[in-house]
Every structure is written in structure tokens, then in C-alpha cells.
């Protein structure tokens, strides 16, 4: 029998945001994508996606390393967790 490991949701989030405002020699656009994919997937599956912003709307065309630096906001169902992050 496996044991079922999982992470809050918050503490996810928390992650996610941090990597995705890196600037650094592991900040590719592919990796960058890897990340909002598994995000949104999770946010939406659990009730928690409120949506996204851009760190620099000057630098957001589609496709593009600034497209995908972003942070997703933090629903009120998990506020209070993140905040402790």
C-alpha cells in the first residue's frame, strides 16, 4: 500500500509566485510555462484561482520570458495560510 502524500495548496501558491518572479539563468520561458500550467490546474481544480498579474505589463507580450512573470493572486479560502507563509 502507497501512503498518499500532499501539500496545502497555500504553501504551493507561495512557491509558485516566488519562482516565477526569478530573473536568473534558470528563468527560461519553457520552465516558466511548467510552472502556471501545474498552478492554474491546481488552483482551478480546488476553488482557488482568482486570477494573475502581470510583474511588468510593458513586458507581457504572449509567448514572451515577461509574459510569464507573473504571481497568481491568493483566494480568501487560502488567505490566511499564505499570509503565514
Do not use: P
Request: net charge positive; proline share 0%; with cysteine.
Amino acid at each position: 500500500m502507497r501512503s498518499k502524500k500532499t501539500i496545502e495548496v497555500s504553501k504551493l501558491l507561495h512557491w509558485a509566485n516566488a519562482q516565477l518572479v526569478r530573473m536568473d539563468g534558470r528563468a527560461t520561458v519553457e520552465w516558466k510555462a511548467g510552472i502556471c500550467s501545474i498552478i492554474e490546474q491546481v488552483l482551478h481544480d480546488t476553488g482557488n484561482y482568482k486570477g494573475f498579474g502581470f510583474y511588468s505589463n510593458a513586458d507581457s507580450e504572449t509567448g514572451t520570458l515577461g509574459y510569464y512573470t507573473r504571481s497568481y493572486y491568493v483566494s480568501d479560502k487560502i488567505k490566511e495560510e499564505y499570509i503565514k507563509l
